[in-house]
Structure formats: C-alpha cells, structure tokens
C-alpha cells in the first residue's frame, strides 16, 4: 500500500470517529508508535487527529515516565512503517467502535 493510500486511511477513520490517543485503544494495549531515536532518547506517536500526531520524547534513562518534550508530526512526514503501524491503531480503534454502536444499537 502506498504512504498516501495509508494516511487517506488513517483520516477516513479520525474523521468518521474523532482523534484518539493510542492508550484509548484497548487491542492496541495502549503500545505508542515509535517516530524517532536519538541515544537515550525515545520519540512516540501518541495521540492521532486530522492532521497528524502529536509526538512526545521520552529519556529512556530517567526514572520519570513524564515527556520531555512534545510536538506535532504531520503524516506526510512519516515513513511508510510507522504510517503503517498508526492505520493498524486506527484499524482497531475503528473496530471497538463499531462494537460500541452496535451494542447501542441493540
């Protein structure tokens, strides 16, 4: 699938159900999408919206679970494997809620 067939994917589902964060995503087991690496220095996708993913750095060394830095990464601007690895987040966020609203449904 192409970088632009994956993120057309990814923005059919944010807008069909809302941005989330990948902790609200229970299949998903709130695993974040590495973006980055520098030494001990660790960059996570974490929370998906239209235009993109908000990003925070983690120091891996610390004791403290707390980002250090954070800032907004458009999709364009990310590898195919991490678009990839969004869409399947996306894909599972989709399916809780569409069980959700079948559930209501009912």
């Known amino acids: 699938m192409q970088k632009k067939t994956i993120i057309k994917n990814i923005k059919r589902i944010i807008n069909k159900f809302g941005s989330f964060s990948a902790g609200e995503v229970e299949q998903n087991d709130g695993q974040s999408v590495g973006v980055g690496q520098i030494g001990d220095l660790i960059a996570l ?5 239209l235009n993109g993913a908000d990003v925070e750095v983690y120091d891996t060394t610390s004791s403290n679970d707390d980002s ?38 009912n």
């Open 45 to 49: 996708a974490e929370h998906f919206n």
């Open 68 to 105: 250090i830095h954070s800032y907004k990464q458009d999709y364009e601007l990310m590898t195919k494997d991490e678009l990839q690895d969004i869409l399947i987040i996306c894909e599972f966020y989709e399916a809780e809620k569409l069980k959700t609203e079948k559930r209501i449904s």
